[in-house]
């Protein structure tokens, strides 16, 4: 079963970037789909991007989307997301997850920690 430690996250001023990485240890990591959720205070848990074992594929919840990029390098075990043009409303715990098959085809089964990211306006 994997294991996944994310890092990256901090405070920053609307319209800045950041890019936060997921490592992954204890698996075989280009078995697993990659994905990006966050939660906001008082909110539900929220998708934000996914991508495919290969990198192939990726999608985006439709308010991340033209600013946050997801990608993986499978030689160094890491997801990333860029965020780009940051805005306060993206302010929220950010976690890695994984899953076995697509990255959209059911329950994502392991998760990290989280890292928070903060956008001040």
């Known amino acids: 079963q994997v294991q996944l430690v994310e890092s990256g996250g901090g405070l920053v001023q609307a319209g800045d970037s950041l890019r936060l990485s997921c490592a992954a240890s204890g698996g075989t990591f280009s078995k697993y789909a990659m994905g990006w959720f966050r939660q906001a205070p008082g909110e539900e848990r929220e998708f934000v991007a996914a991508?495919?074992?290969?990198?192939?594929?990726?999608y985006y919840t439709d308010s991340v989307k033209g600013r946050f990029t997801i990608s993986r390098d499978n030689a160094k075990n890491t997801v990333y997301l860029q965020m780009n043009s940051l805005k306060p409303e993206d302010t929220a715990i950010y976690y890695c997850a994984s899953r076995i098959g697509r990255p959209q085809g059911g329950p994502y089964t392991n998760w990290g920690q989280g890292t928070q990211v903060t956008v001040s306006s």
């Open positions: 991508i495919s074992w290969s990198g192939g594929t990726t």
